[in-house]
């Protein structure tokens, strides 16, 4: 596994990436926000502290889907107006990544799709239906949300957004897909609901109380 | 992989929060965390926003039915399929149907690293109900009168639809909740279990339950005393019947064929074996000076076995009986036993009748074998002055009347069990949008299990 390790342009402190395409980091220690061109690192932005949150992952939580084990190595957190949820940004110990969202204990692994021909958000509608790799998905709820923070490595330049608008669809068999409008080129992730106990994490954070 | 040093100024442990509230400064706990949406002062019963840090009040409501105090109280843990959870939220809900107001009430339950699930709870009746994550397929079935819905490869039936009312709330939700908030309400049923949607403006939740009996919700909160007390038969509870009916009806039918095997089997091996075929005249005129008579000796071969006698006179409108004893020559060993045979018909004026026959058999059971006669000392209708009459013996015949006997001793069970079953399922689905109205309705509506 290539850890390339580079240094803070703000702060000098060490940077190292445990995820080898990782394109963006934050800085532990300083909060810059650093964006990997092909010489070097540059700060293009700086996050403010991230609301209390209630996800019991964090930043390296390790776990296990199917046979993979992973690594929490960043996160987006999206705030919306009934709460807040978490897209882990998670490394499978193949080197490929994927999502693991946690909405109020509702777990979710996806991964980005290359599917073609993506409906237009003005198209969509709940109850709709699409298919996509031989599975019929029904659209469940359309959420507008608001970006509210990033944290660790994330696999492409992700820190100026405000509004995102995510369409979330489920099948009758526990898959589950977003499709995502924060880009003009709207993005598809295919995954399926997954049970706490079934990743085995390990490192989690600790709630006062509750062993 | 251990190269990534763990984040300097590390993220503080998230505690229970303890705040008052904005209305009348009771103190407030909030223990989800922030999972929660809203929370409810327990004083005051001002809804209050859980994620404003001043408690925004949300709504303020009269308890209409005055204080309802929650059976499990907020804050209580208890252990629930293996996961701690913490009573976090109480409400009561009511749905009103033909005038007639029914209450239930539901618990949300907390776990930091598992979520929120809730328990429902109706007269004495309980559900363990968690969010669906796979999504329910509903078809119309026959019409579309009686609606199925399909979760995870069970078929559910269609229960009720109703109008839920909030009616009182106390604690934390993880939703907007407002008292006075209705939703329509929709149960399908699949014995233990309940799937439900609920459907709240545009928004469509579903959620799936199992029942529980109020022992387990005791026992799993460590509860004091005892839990009420479950009355009549709800939606999803297990038939303590239907389960066993078919492995009864199963048993009952290998028990069937074997007494089938086992009366072939001895009817086979049977030798029915003639000892003694000859016909008497009866005469009243000798019968006076010599009633009784022995026939020719016989002999009995083999293991003891049984002994048909069978006797046929050809009576009618009369009767002869005859007192039989089966005597061993060689011991002296007697069987002792009358039989009757008659016959009468006749015309009257709901036409023709009869009654009685003009044959009789008797079986006289293991008798050892040896030299054997019959000693027969008839009598007969003193208006018949004489008749003819045959006198059978046959040694080893199959006796059928035993295995009718064991056939019935086990039907008796299964259409016990089968009656139990089938009241059971009357009384869940009289409560239901799709009362019994008659035996095929019922038989469609129950005993799908296994």
Same mark, same amino acid.
């Given at each position: 596994?290539?850890?390339?390790?580079?240094?803070?342009?703000?702060?000098?402190?060490?940077?190292?990436?445990?995820?080898?395409?990782?394109?963006?980091?934050?800085?532990?220690?300083?909060?810059? $926000?650093?964006?990997?061109?092909?010489?070097?690192?540059?700060?293009?932005?700086?996050?403010? @502290?991230?609301?209390?949150?209630?996800?019991?992952?964090?930043?390296?939580?390790? =776990?296990?889907?199917?046979?993979?084990?992973?690594? +929490?190595?960043? &996160?987006?957190?999206?705030?919306?107006?009934?709460?807040?949820?978490?897209?882990?940004?998670?490394?499978?110990?193949?080197?490929?990544?994927?999502?693991?969202?946690?909405?109020?204990?509702?777990?979710?692994?996806?991964?980005?799709?290359?599917?073609?021909?993506?409906?237009?958000?003005?198209?969509?509608?709940?109850?709709?239906?699409?298919?996509?790799?031989?599975?019929?998905?029904?659209?469940?709820?359309?959420?507008?949300?608001?970006?509210?923070?990033?944290?660790?490595?994330?696999?492409?330049?992700?820190?100026?957004?405000?509004?995102?608008?995510?369409? /979330?669809?489920?099948?009758?068999?526990?898959?589950?897909?977003?499709?995502?409008?924060?880009?003009?080129?709207?993005?598809?992730?295919?995954? #399926?609901?997954?049970?706490?106990?079934?990743?085995?994490?390990?490192? %989690?954070?600790?709630?006062? !109380?509750?062993? | 992989?251990?190269?990534?040093?763990?984040?300097?100024?590390?993220?503080?442990?998230?505690?229970?929060?303890?705040?008052?509230?904005?209305?009348?400064?009771?103190?407030?706990?909030?223990?989800?965390?922030?999972?929660?949406?809203? +929370?409810?002062?327990?004083?005051?019963?001002?809804?209050? @926003?859980?994620?404003?840090?001043?408690?925004?009040?949300?709504?303020?409501?009269?308890? *209409?039915?005055?204080?309802?105090?929650?059976?499990?109280?907020?804050?209580?843990?208890?252990?629930?399929?293996?996961?701690?959870?913490?009573?976090?939220?109480?409400?009561?809900?009511?749905?009103?149907?033909?005038?007639?107001?029914?209450?239930?009430?539901?618990?949300?339950?907390?776990?930091?690293?598992?979520?929120?699930?809730?328990?429902?709870?109706?007269?004495?009746?309980?559900?363990? $109900?968690?969010?669906?994550?796979?999504?329910?397929?509903?078809?119309?079935?026959?019409?579309?009168?009686?609606?199925?819905?399909?979760? %995870?490869?069970?078929?559910?039936?269609?229960?009720?639809?109703?109008?839920?009312?909030? /009616?009182?709330?106390? =604690?934390?939700?993880?939703?907007?909740?407002?008292?006075?908030?209705?939703?329509?309400?929709? /149960?399908?049923?699949?014995?233990?279990?309940? %799937?439900?949607?609920?459907?709240?403006?545009?928004?469509?939740?579903?959620?799936?339950?199992?029942?529980?009996?109020?022992?387990?919700?005791?026992?799993?909160?460590?509860?004091?005393?005892?839990?009420?007390?479950?009355?009549?038969?709800?939606?999803?509870?297990?038939?303590?019947?239907?389960?066993?009916?078919?492995?009864?009806? +199963? *048993?009952?039918?290998?028990?069937?064929?074997?007494?089938?095997?086992?009366?072939?089997?001895?009817?086979? &091996?049977?030798?029915?074996?003639?000892?003694?075929?000859?016909?008497?005249?009866?005469?009243?005129?000798?019968?006076?000076?010599?009633?009784?008579? +022995?026939?020719?000796?016989?002999?009995?071969?083999?293991?003891?076995?049984?002994?048909?006698?069978?006797?046929? *006179?050809?009576?009618?409108?009369?009767?002869?009986?005859?007192?039989?004893?089966?005597?061993?020559?060689?011991?002296?060993?007697?069987?002792?036993?009358?039989?009757?045979?008659?016959?009468?018909?006749?015309?009257?004026?709901?036409?023709?009748?009869?009654? !009685?026959?003009?044959?009789?058999?008797?079986?006289?059971?293991?008798?050892?074998?040896?030299?054997?006669?019959? &000693?027969?000392?008839?009598?007969?209708?003193?208006?018949?002055?004489?008749?003819?009459?045959?006198?059978?013996?046959? &040694?080893?015949?199959?006796?059928?009347?035993?295995?009718?006997?064991?056939?019935?001793?086990?039907?008796?069970?299964?259409?016990?069990?089968?009656?139990?079953?089938?009241?059971?399922?009357?009384?869940?689905?009289?409560?239901?949008?799709?009362?019994?109205?008659?035996?095929?309705?019922?038989?469609?509506?129950?005993?799908?299990? #296994?």
């Amino acid at each position: 596994m290539t850890q390339p390790i580079a240094n803070c342009p703000n702060c000098g402190a060490k940077i190292v990436f445990r995820w080898s395409s990782s394109v963006q980091t934050v800085c532990q220690f300083c909060k810059s $926000i650093l964006v990997r061109t092909d010489v070097h690192l540059k700060k293009v932005g700086q996050v403010a @502290d991230l609301p209390p949150d209630n996800s019991p992952l964090q930043v390296n939580t390790e =776990g296990q889907y199917g046979h993979q084990a992973f690594v +929490v190595v960043g &996160r987006i957190l999206y705030e919306y107006d009934q709460g807040g949820w978490n897209e882990w940004h998670v490394m499978m110990n193949d080197g490929t990544s994927a999502w693991l969202s946690d909405a109020q204990s509702e777990y979710a692994l996806s991964r980005s799709s290359k599917s073609q021909n993506l409906p237009t958000l003005a198209m969509v509608h709940v109850g709709q239906q699409f298919t996509w790799s031989n599975q019929r998905y029904t659209v469940s709820v359309i959420t507008p949300a608001h970006y509210r923070g990033v944290e660790g490595e994330l696999p492409f330049q992700y820190w100026d957004k405000t509004d995102v608008t995510f369409v /979330d669809l489920r099948t009758e068999s526990g898959k589950f897909a977003t499709l995502d409008y924060s880009d003009p080129q709207p993005a598809l992730y295919l995954g #399926e609901f997954v049970e706490f106990d079934d990743l085995k994490l390990k490192n %989690l954070r600790s709630f006062e !109380g509750w062993g | 992989m251990s190269t990534g040093a763990p984040p300097l100024s590390g993220t503080p442990k998230p505690q229970a929060k303890a705040l008052n509230c904005p209305k009348c400064g009771a103190a407030i706990t909030l223990r989800s965390f922030g999972q929660a949406e809203t +929370v409810v002062c327990g004083s005051c019963h001002a809804i209050l @926003d859980a994620k404003d840090p001043n408690l925004a009040i949300l709504q303020q409501f009269e308890a *209409a039915t005055g204080e309802v105090k929650p059976l499990i109280p907020l804050g209580t843990r208890g252990k629930l399929r293996g996961t701690d959870y913490e009573v976090i939220g109480f409400q009561r809900r009511s749905t009103k149907v033909e005038g007639i107001t029914y209450y239930w009430q539901e618990y949300v339950l907390f776990n930091p690293y598992k979520g929120i699930r809730y328990l429902s709870e109706y007269h004495g009746h309980w559900n363990d $109900i968690s969010v669906c994550k796979t999504l329910p397929a509903v078809g119309s079935k026959l019409g579309g009168s009686s609606l199925t819905a399909n979760y %995870l490869g069970e078929t559910y039936k269609h229960f009720q639809s109703a109008e839920a009312n909030t /009616d009182f709330v106390l =604690g934390e939700f993880p939703w907007q909740v407002r008292v006075g908030e209705l939703a329509e309400v929709t /149960d399908f049923v699949h014995p233990p279990r309940v %799937l439900s949607s609920e459907k709240l403006q545009n928004e469509v939740t579903w959620s799936i339950g199992e029942y529980m009996y109020g022992r387990e919700v005791w026992d799993a909160f460590q509860l004091p005393g005892a839990p009420p007390e479950a009355m009549g038969v709800y939606e999803n509870q297990p038939s303590p019947a239907t389960t066993k009916v078919t492995g009864v009806w +199963v *048993a009952f039918a290998a028990f069937a064929v074997f007494l089938l095997a086992l009366m072939a089997g001895f009817d086979m &091996r049977a030798k029915k074996e003639p000892v003694l075929h000859e016909t008497y005249q009866y005469n009243r005129a000798e019968s006076k000076s010599e009633p009784s008579f +022995v026939t020719d000796v016989f002999e009995l071969t083999g293991h003891p076995s049984t002994v048909e006698v069978k006797t046929y *006179a050809p009576v009618s409108n009369h009767w002869i009986y005859l007192n039989y004893a089966l005597i061993n020559q060689d011991t002296g060993q007697a069987w002792d036993f009358g039989r009757e045979v008659s016959y009468y018909s006749g015309y009257d004026s709901d036409g023709s009748w009869s009654e !009685g026959k003009q044959n009789d058999a008797v079986v006289v059971p293991r008798v050892p074998p040896g030299h054997y006669y019959l &000693r027969i000392e008839p009598e007969a209708d003193p208006a018949l002055p004489g008749i003819p009459y045959t006198v059978e013996v046959n &040694r080893d015949v199959p006796v059928l009347g035993i295995y009718g006997i064991a056939f019935l001793a086990l039907l008796a069970p299964a259409v016990i069990m089968s009656l139990r079953a089938y009241t059971f399922e009357w009384s869940r689905w009289s409560e239901s949008d799709h009362p019994p109205m008659n035996v095929a309705n019922l038989a469609s509506s129950s005993g799908d299990d #296994e």
